[in-house]
């Protein structure tokens, strides 16, 4: 065992943390108002925070996954919404083309993803077809040198934003998820509809949005693998996504305690800190104990999905377990600022209010808990 | 013993919940969105004799009992939280304290006008510095000939701003701490009264939480209420009875999203079968209903408690404790079982479980809920 950061991985984090700081706090009210970080991502972009993983040979940085995962961690510290904006762009919006696209296509996408010029997003659930991800409906119909595509997407994070967005479609109904065929859609195309943008309870500031796909013409070029292939391209990148959710989480869970740490100290209630009570201070290292067991279960499966070896369960536990103690710790410090936290003067409502999603998206928890149930009796 | 609610409690909650479905609901996600109070529902609850439940009717109140009223909280914050607790400051924290402290003039001037709804009223407590900790309020009432001076702010005051009538706590007698503190009845427009910064909260919404300003305010003398250094008594009392109120919104919400979810886990389809058809989904549901169970009938215990002149304060604290911590967890569940969907507003869900979190602060937060308890445990 080895428990301790590269160099490399270091200056990574103090990069990503000097930049969280500087340019994405102060942004941060204009995010809640449900204005889009563009200009952050692009100049994440000119820092090579787009690309981390992706080899220099298509303008990535070639860094390594745990280097990915720490700037993830550090940004949703920061902000949860820039932290989900990355984690989607990689891990199910740039690597699906990186791993399974032609040479053509990778050359024609991933230097543009990689750099941020590009912003990628990926279209997967339907309204019916949410955890049962292979009951999707949008169908592609092949004609000639293209097919057509009809049908709707919902909950797309990036949607209307993403430049290129890893559309899934049935060209074979009777196929059920073995029918599914992956496409590269360009945000441009005619018949390609940006519908209702969610009003959520949380991450203000990422765009989520409904896709309606009407008689969209897809050249054959742009099909992602083979036909049928599309389920299997969609899963091969869960674990990487499972594991960015799982980052998002860890981080949104260590804002919430080191500011909760921070206030019980200054506050004083009975003449003494509030932290000198055992309700607190109890409070505060059953926190600390869960968001340590998080942090090193996010960095297990990181280290597991770096060296290419079979991380499916450790990914799973590290989302359940992370997205757990992000919901409890957020609620848990909203406690220990009393009503001041139940405020918009204080950042740990809006802690409150992010953590419950990453429960919910990449695999909800009970998701999470098939899978690994299943790893552990097969 | 017998648990079964008489028919008149069973009549007050079915009265409400029609009220509640028709007139609160249809509202309650657009008044929080806009952080919007809507005087016409409290207008509406006046109309009903919601206003004065357990007031006697010479005092303009329906002579129920403070069961009753919690049903009737319970019943409004399954579908708005808010309204819930606009009601049970109104009742609670500014009626009960008149009732049980104000002479009969006070009464008449003041506890009337609230039980028929025609005024609303709040309570003036908490300081920036004091919180859990109210001994420590800054806040001075200087007696000048027959008026009291008051100057200092109060926080976090739920009805802040609509409210025509405060019970207001502060020091009479800065040198004998607890036993210097005198409770006031002020009136909203009494010089020197102004209303502060409005909050903006992550839930409540469409109940306003403000700021009060006392400048140089001039109180008449005969509206202190009770003793002079009597108010830290008064404050604790008011407490005690005003968990039940939070405690009874603390079951509503959690029954409003345990509804939700039962609806939504018939309904939703996945893997050709509806959701509630999983283990993981239906054992969700049950341990939400017994936590709901549990809270309802520490509650209403409370409630049957003070109704009948029995000693309810380790019982309240209990009530709200459990209500609280039942409320948070039910909700954050719900939002789990309509998935993505929960965190959208298009349902409700996401609503409640923003809701739910106060109920674990105000009143008391669940730490004082186990102070409170675990003296009484060992004294």
């Not at chain 1, 000198?276 to 926190?287: C, I, T």
């Not at chain 2, 309570?123 to 001075?140: R, W």
Request: hydrophobic share 40%; charged share 25%.
């Amino acid at each position: 065992m080895e428990l301790k950061f590269t160099e490399e991985q270091l200056m990574m984090r103090n990069m990503v943390r000097d930049f969280a700081k500087t340019e994405i706090e102060p942004f941060i009210e204009k995010m809640e108002q449900g204005e889009f970080p563009r200009e952050i991502l692009k100049k994440m972009g000119e820092l090579g925070l787009m690309g981390i993983t992706v080899p220099e040979q298509y303008g990535g940085s070639e860094m390594d996954f745990t280097s990915y995962v720490i700037a993830i961690n550090e940004l949703s510290k920061v902000s949860a919404v820039v932290g989900v904006i990355l984690s989607v762009h990689t891990s199910v919006g740039t690597n699906p083309i990186l791993y399974f696209g032609t040479e053509q296509q990778k050359n024609k996408y991933i230097p543009k993803l990689a750099t941020g010029e590009y912003l990628g997003a990926f279209c997967l659930t339907e309204p019916s077809a949410g955890s049962d991800a292979g009951a999707l409906k949008t169908k592609a119909v092949k004609k000639d040198d293209h097919y057509v595509l009809n049908g709707s997407k919902v909950f797309i994070t990036n949607g209307g934003e993403a430049d290129v967005n890893i559309v899934f479609a049935s060209t074979d109904p009777s196929q059920g998820s073995r029918g599914i065929t992956a496409f590269i859609v360009e945000k441009d195309t005619p018949g390609f509809i940006v519908g209702k943008d969610e009003q959520k309870m949380g991450l203000h500031g990422s765009r989520t949005v409904q896709l309606t796909f009407e008689d969209m013409k897809i050249p054959v070029e742009n099909r992602l693998g083979e036909e049928g292939e599309g389920f299997k391209i969609a899963m091969a990148n869960l674990n990487t996504g499972r594991i960015g959710i799982a980052t998002q989480a860890l981080g949104i869970a260590e804002a919430a305690f080191e500011a909760a740490v921070e206030y019980s100290k200054e506050r004083v209630q009975f003449g003494k800190p509030i932290a000198a009570n055992q309700g607190v201070g109890f409070k505060l290292a059953d926190m600390g104990t869960a968001v340590e067991a998080a942090k090193l279960l996010v960095y297990r499966a990181a280290s597991l999905r770096e060296q290419g070896l079979p991380c499916g369960k450790e990914a799973s536990m590290a989302k359940l377990f992370a997205s757990k103690t992000a919901v409890e710790v957020a609620i848990e410090a909203v406690q220990v600022f009393g009503g001041y936290g139940y405020t918009e003067d204080y950042p740990v409502e809006r802690y409150f209010r992010d953590a419950k999603i990453t429960e919910i998206y990449e695999g909800t928890s009970e998701i999470q808990r098939i899978v690994i149930a299943k790893h552990l009796t097969n | 013993m017998n648990f079964q609610l008489s028919e008149e409690h069973e009549m007050i909650r079915k009265m409400v919940r029609d009220f509640a479905e028709k007139e609160v609901a249809p509202t309650a996600a657009d008044r929080d969105e806009e952080e919007r109070f809507d005087r016409g529902i409290f207008d509406k609850m006046a109309e009903l004799g919601l206003t004065g439940i357990p007031w006697p009717e010479e005092y303009g109140g329906i002579g129920s009992d403070y069961l009753a009223y919690c049903i009737a909280v319970e019943e409004l914050s399954r579908v708005c939280a808010s309204t819930g607790v606009t009601l049970s400051a109104h009742t609670s924290l500014a009626g009960w304290p008149i009732f049980k402290y104000g002479n009969e003039e006070q009464k008449q001037k003041y506890l009337r006008p609230m039980a028929e709804g025609t005024k609303i009223g709040g309570y003036g407590l908490t300081e920036a510095g004091s919180g859990s900790d109210a001994g420590g309020m800054k806040t001075t009432a200087k007696l000048d000939g027959d008026h009291y001076v008051l100057n200092g702010s109060k926080i976090f005051i739920t009805n802040g701003g609509i409210a025509d009538i405060y019970v207001v706590f502060a020091v009479t007698d800065p040198e004998s701490k607890h036993k210097g503190t005198s409770a006031f009845i002020v009136e909203a427009d009494f010089p020197g009264f102004s209303v502060g910064k409005k909050e903006r909260k992550l839930g409540i919404r469409s109940s306003p939480t403000t700021e009060i300003i006392f400048d140089n305010c001039r109180i008449p003398k005969e509206n202190l209420l009770g003793e002079e250094g009597q108010g830290f008594i008064i404050a604790m009392k008011t407490l005690d009875g005003g968990r039940n109120g939070i405690a009874a919104q603390a079951v509503g919400i959690a029954q409003g999203a345990l509804d939700a979810s039962v609806n939504y886990a018939k309904e939703r389809v996945q893997f050709g079968k509806p959701i509630v058809a999983n283990q993981g989904v239906s054992f969700k549901l049950a341990d939400m209903a017994t936590s709901i169970e549990a809270s309802r009938l520490l509650t209403y215990q409370a409630a049957w408690l003070e109704s009948n002149g029995l000693s309810y304060g380790k019982e309240s604290a209990m009530a709200k404790l459990m209500a609280g911590d039942t409320a948070m967890k039910v909700t954050t569940e719900a939002v789990q079982v309509f998935g993505g969907y929960g965190y959208t507003k298009d349902y409700p869900v996401e609503r409640y479980m923003r809701d739910a979190k106060i109920t674990q602060i105000y009143e008391g937060t669940q730490e004082i809920q186990r102070l409170v308890i675990s003296r009484m445990l060992t004294k």
